[in-house]
């Protein structure tokens, strides 16, 4: 099987893309990344060279480029996105560029070559925030940053294309991610780097705000679940059951790094803080998923993996 992963220099890209290698050797994986801040092709540098992974740099926004790379792909699994909430409050163009429009240029080669499998890569961030109970996939979109909006846009497209043109296409919805490789700008590794260098951590607001985590290796399986055995035109949410809020999350960390609870700095809450996310996570379950990691010894790991591997960060802070 020929798969196209985009973005996959990125964050969860490019744990996908080792997953898919290790998982199925067999498989021939062509990586198109455009290479933006956070993505790192140090990232999968020990599969640079390997027989079976390609890596192109591109932009999921380039027809030209797609109609050459697309065709003969058995899946196109989309992770190309700008991702930073805050970045997107700055400036959401770049936001509507890739995530809405890159979304389409790609959904459009997608069809012309008749691909037979297309995972449009979400979160649950499009669903805004809940006070009591979980998101289902039946659940109103009701995005509150640009970055959620463009997101959202992107998934209704994508559906778009499976009712109006029957492109199989399948959207996943994940919690919030974390994991080794994870650009330092995003909450564990920004605070986790910060621990490191002996600065102190930023919390928003009063810290009350309360995410579900899940380790990158699980949201990998599941989405490898939805790949082989999704049902076309379905939505998946794929949770870690780990809801906690930002300031006992903040304080496992500074814990794990073995800093001082005074290493926190509560700062101002930034604009349209959504409160809490929770995601029902049944239907995946379905396929046969479920988390392998304890969360506990995943944030272990991960601080552990920052630890060792300065040499793949701190280029990125300085």
């Not at 800093?259 to 809490?276: L, M």
């Not at 969360?295 to 280029?315: G, H, I």
């Amino acid at each position: 099987m020929k798969i196209l992963v985009t973005g996959g220099a990125g964050f969860i890209g490019s744990h996908f893309v080792r997953f898919l290698k290790k998982k199925y050797p067999e498989y021939d994986i062509v990586n198109l990344d455009k290479l933006t801040y956070a993505g790192n092709r140090a990232s999968l540098r020990d599969l640079e060279g390997r027989a079976g992974y390609t890596f192109i740099k591109g932009d999921i926004c380039d027809a030209g480029l797609l109609r050459d790379i697309v065709p003969g792909c058995q899946a196109i699994v989309n992770f190309a996105a700008e991702t930073h909430v805050d970045r997107s409050i700055a400036d959401a163009s770049k936001f509507l560029a890739t995530n809405v429009m890159g979304t389409y240029t790609l959904l459009e080669a997608a069809l012309d070559s008749k691909t037979p499998r297309f995972i449009q890569i979400s979160t649950d961030e499009v669903y805004g925030s809940i006070e009591q109970g979980s998101f289902t996939e039946t659940s109103p979109l009701m995005p509150n940053s640009p970055y959620s909006a463009s997101k959202a846009a992107g998934d209704h497209l994508a559906r778009s294309y499976f009712v109006t043109y029957g492109l199989p296409a399948i959207v996943t919805r994940s919690s919030n991610n974390f994991g080794p490789y994870q650009f330092p700008e995003k909450v564990i590794p920004l605070f986790v780097t910060n621990l490191i260098e002996g600065k102190k951590v930023p919390l928003y607001g009063d810290g009350m705000n309360i995410r579900d985590w899940l380790f990158v290796e699980d949201n990998c399986l599941a989405i490898d679940c939805v790949l082989h055995r999704g049902i076309p035109g379905e939505i998946y949410n794929i949770g870690g059951s780990f809801e906690v809020p930002n300031r006992e999350l903040t304080r496992m960390i500074v814990a794990e790094c073995g800093a001082p609870e005074t290493s926190i700095e509560f700062v101002p809450d930034r604009p349209g803080h959504d409160r809490r996310y929770s995601l029902d996570s049944t239907k995946v379950h379905s396929l046969g998923w479920r988390p392998q990691w304890n969360f506990q010894k995943a944030l272990s790991y991960t601080v552990d993996w920052y630890r060792k591997n300065e040499w793949w960060w701190r280029p990125l802070k300085h």
